[in-house]
């Protein structure tokens, strides 16, 4: 029977024996770069190695540190993902900054993807690191050279950040999407159902074309793309672009919804509380409008307020409504920043504060809601919640009429 001690002394040798015929570890440990980032990706795929997402976050540092612009890219990655330690945004876009000053062109996607949102500050081992402010224009200007040389996913990024902003980079939005299309045997369905909507609203300066939108999008929803279904539904529904068929319409709703398509639980919702191709149904439209809200779809979030307001399907309470219209504002939806405008304005909900009504009406001038346009250039006039301006007020106004809204129209006659 062996002893303890020859057993022990045996794993040593053994473990010493397996370490010093580890070459590519061996090569990491002696600095060599190319082994550090070889010996991460072992650990991270799980390929030669038990997979060990923290040693490969260690030795990605490695490489990266030491200036490897591969290492950076991968670092980056785990540092954006939490992939072995804790996730850090500043220092992900840090490190892929420098990995894109090395021209590596996935790097330059992920870091235009961060700066378009912008980055709260963080640190790394111990350095500060400041935030970056969000910068649509500049992120779109890093993807523009990417996306020439034809790589599908800084097409379909640059075209989702021009569809933000359509009304000035509408005719670049439909040149890159039909130049990705017509390139592309299997394009993705993300991109059809953005190219659909270019079709059906003439976005670009060009006539509205209902009809190739439509056929557009029954590409899109073949391949099962819950919005495109959704979008269709919409179209049979109201007879845009097709014939109307409602319960087509209602049938496409729902396989969308079962898909998981917060829009085409919104509408179901809206739908159900008008009675309109179904029961009328508070209590089943909150309910629709609750699981789109739980997916962070801002529409559905505001509606949510509105339930709470009434008292729709729901108790109505008015703190619970200034919440969810305070939370679809800070999501982006620039009608829920004017419903809270004009409850601050009135009163309404909350207690009057002419300074928060000003903000919140401003907040939806500056997303182009015309009715926010309008109350903006309103209290400037009046010099209600702000200092007043008759000048900023009358174009305010003047910018409001011409995108149709009629209250701000009749200043004019």
């Given at each position: 029977m062996f002893s303890k001690k020859i057993i022990f002394t045996a794993a040593i040798s053994a473990a010493v024996f397996i370490c010093l015929g580890d070459e590519v570890l061996n090569r990491a440990r002696s600095g060599d770069i190319s082994g550090q980032l070889q010996l991460a990706g072992e650990y991270f795929s799980g390929r030669n190695r038990q997979q060990n997402l923290p040693l490969a976050l260690y030795w990605f540092r490695k490489a990266a540190i030491a200036g490897n612009p591969q290492a950076q890219y991968n670092f980056a990655l785990c540092l954006l993902n939490g992939w072995g330690g804790e996730k850090n945004p500043a220092a992900a876009m840090y490190f892929f900054e420098k990995a894109m000053q090395q021209k590596i062109s996935k790097a330059a996607i992920q870091y235009a993807k961060l700066l378009f949102y912008g980055v709260e500050n963080g640190t790394f081992e111990g350095e500060d690191l400041p935030e970056i402010a969000a910068n649509p224009e500049k992120a779109m200007e890093i993807l523009r050279p990417v996306a020439a040389t034809e790589d599908p996913e800084a097409q379909l990024l640059l075209a989702g950040f021009l569809f933000s902003d359509a009304a000035n980079h509408g005719r670049?939005?439909?040149?890159?999407?039909?130049?990705?299309?017509?390139?592309?045997?299997?394009?993705?369905?993300?991109?059809?159902?953005?190219?659909?909507?270019?079709?059906?609203?003439?976005?670009?300066?060009f006539p509205p074309d209902p009809a190739a939108g439509f056929a557009v999008l029954e590409k899109a929803a073949a391949a099962k793309n819950p919005e495109a279904m959704?979008?269709?539904?919409?179209?049979?529904?109201?007879?845009?672009?097709?014939?109307?068929?409602?319960?087509?319409?209602?049938?496409?709703?729902?396989?969308?919804?079962?898909?998981?398509?917060?829009?085409?639980?919104?509408?179901?919702?809206?739908?159900?509380?008008?009675?309109?191709?179904?029961?009328?149904?508070?209590?089943?439209?909150f309910r629709y409008f609750t699981m789109a809200a739980e997916k962070n779809y801002p529409p559905a979030i505001r509606k949510m307020g509105d339930c709470y307001a009434a008292g729709i399907g729901t108790p109505q309470d008015r703190t619970k409504a200034m919440q969810y219209y305070l939370q679809a504002a800070q999501a982006g939806d620039a009608q829920a920043a004017f419903i809270l405008g004009e409850c601050f304005r009135d009163g309404r909900l909350t207690e009057k504060n002419l300074n928060a009504a000003f903000n919140f009406f401003q907040i939806s001038a500056r997303a182009g809601f015309p009715p926010g346009i309008r109350e903006t250039g309103k209290a400037l006039l009046g010099g209600h919640g702000v200092a007043a301006d008759q000048t900023l007020g009358m174009e305010l106004l003047r910018r409001a009429a011409a995108a149709g809204d009629r209250e701000a129209e009749a200043f004019f006659r």
């Open positions: 670049e939005l439909r040149e890159l999407l039909e130049k990705y299309i017509n390139s592309t045997t299997a394009p993705e369905s993300e991109a059809l159902v953005i190219y659909a909507a270019c079709l059906r609203s003439g976005i670009g300066g959704a979008q269709l539904a919409e179209m049979f529904l109201h007879g845009f672009g097709t014939a109307a068929d409602r319960q087509k319409a209602i049938a496409l709703y729902e396989e969308a919804i079962a898909l998981g398509s917060s829009r085409a639980m919104t509408d179901m919702g809206m739908l159900k509380l008008a009675g309109f191709m179904t029961a009328h149904d508070p209590v089943g439209a």
